[in-house]
């Protein structure tokens, strides 16, 4: 069974800047893409970054993508209260033919 | 401007059925594969299914394999779920996704639809 994981809270002060983490159990996810998603309250997800470090267009440059092994990160830097929400990683098992998502991690600006 | 709208959400008995449709404007619904992902209530994401652009392959979660078919139709620009043998761990809201910008990372999502199985 592929999982991914991630903390189910984080949280910081404006300003600051917070990581996200992403373990993934299997070598076969995708050829290590991960893509992350941010979910605000009432509100369908959106695409925060793509093929594990790439931003769409008119996604902040203070969001950014990482990877390193088997884990991605997700990090965001001048922590703005508009942040406070849920973040998601998700990518593709070429294994099993199906797109993992990670538990999600609310997200808190203090 | 590029839309993706669900519908056919609603409330509906365990072992029923139900059919989702996702209208798909301002972009070439044609050249990009869709998905399905759902949300149960305060619940993460999970995914569905997925359908290839021109409807040649489909796969599908564990939880849904057997019981739900996804499938498209390109002269209409509309994805559908026909969604079988419902039990009440499939209420959730369900959005319907496209990955126009890079394989498998759902750029375009709808607003949701709400489906309720309960009896």
């Known amino acids: 069974q592929s999982l991914l994981t991630q903390p189910p809270s984080a949280s910081g002060t404006p300003g600051q800047r917070v990581t996200i983490s992403c373990s993934r159990s299997s070598s076969k996810i995708g050829s290590n893409i991960v893509n992350w998603y941010q979910q605000l309250p009432g509100t369908a997800p959106k695409l925060l970054i793509y093929?594990?470090?790439q931003r769409p267009s008119g996604v902040p440059d203070r969001f950014s993508g990482s990877k390193s092994g088997t884990s991605a990160s997700l990090a965001i830097s001048g922590l703005q209260s508009e942040d406070e929400a849920d973040y998601y990683c998700a990518a593709w098992d070429d294994s099993l033919y199906v797109v993992v998502f990670g538990g999600g991690t609310k997200l808190t600006v203090l | 401007q590029v839309q993706l709208v669900e519908s056919g959400g609603g409330v509906v008995q365990p072992g029923r059925s139900l059919r989702l449709s996702c209208a798909a404007s301002?972009?070439?619904?044609?050249?990009?594969?869709m998905h399905w992902v759902r949300q149960a209530p305060g619940k993460g994401l999970e995914w569905v299914a997925v359908?290839?652009?021109?409807?040649?392959?489909?796969y599908y979660g564990d939880s849904v394999k057997g019981r739900f078919t996804i499938s498209r139709d390109n002269s209409k620009n509309t994805l559908y779920l026909q969604m079988n043998s419902l039990r009440a761990e499939d209420t959730a809201v369900y959005y319907c996704a496209s990955t126009s910008l890079f394989p498998y990372a759902f750029d375009i999502w709808g607003q949701g639809t709400m489906v309720t199985v309960s009896s």
């Open positions: 093929n594990n470090n």
């Open positions: 301002g972009f070439t619904f044609r050249n990009y594969g």
């Open positions: 359908i290839w652009h021109d409807g040649s392959i489909k």
